[in-house]
């Protein structure tokens, strides 16, 4: 017993060093243990393209699944600090901006807040697409994902 108390300890002290040790990238916002984080820092991502995301945890959805290779910007709130931090990032040779975010009426408000704020920028704004999921039936899906799909369908 006394044994398991003691690996209960040390498991805790770890998990408390780790929190401590986690902080927010000042250029992205994802987390690291660093000041910049290791996306940031890496040469050979495209900075053509950064994808805006709620929040860091789907980075590492992204990341984990290979599906970007570009730079990131967790969009936390809309705070001029917030908005002057993504127009830093947003150099000369970014080309486009992604829109990573969970599709609703109020992040598409978000989308066009955001655009407006750039729009001296010159950039390309795209978002993730949206309709049908991959297996759904057409009766169980919600009718603003129908209706987008339907709006956006593509040629065959």
């Known amino acids: 017993m006394l044994n ?16 401590k040790s986690i902080k927010k990238c000042q250029i992205c916002g994802a987390l690291s243990e660093n000041e910049i984080c290791e996306i940031c820092l890496d040469e050979s991502r495209d900075e053509s393209k950064i994808c805006i995301v709620e929040n860091a945890k789907d980075i590492f959805i ?18 001029d600090e917030s908005i002057d931090r993504l127009k830093t990032n947003v150099k000369d040779s970014v080309k486009e901006i992604i829109f990573a975010l969970t599709p609703s009426l109020s992040n598409d408000a978000v989308i066009l807040f955001i655009e407006e704020k750039l729009k001296e920028l ?3 704004f795209t978002k993730l697409a949206q309709g049908v999921p991959t297996g759904v039936h ?8 129908l209706s987008k799909a339907i709006n956006s369908r593509v040629e065959i």
């Open 138 to 145: 057409i009766e169980n899906v919600d009718m603003l994902s």
């Open 122 to 124: 010159n950039i390309k």
């Open 62 to 79: 992204l990341e984990e699944n290979r599906l970007f290779s570009g730079k990131y910007f967790v969009l936390e709130n809309l705070e």
């Open 4 to 19: 398991d108390t003691y690996l209960a300890m040390k498991l805790s002290n770890a998990i408390e060093s780790a929190v």
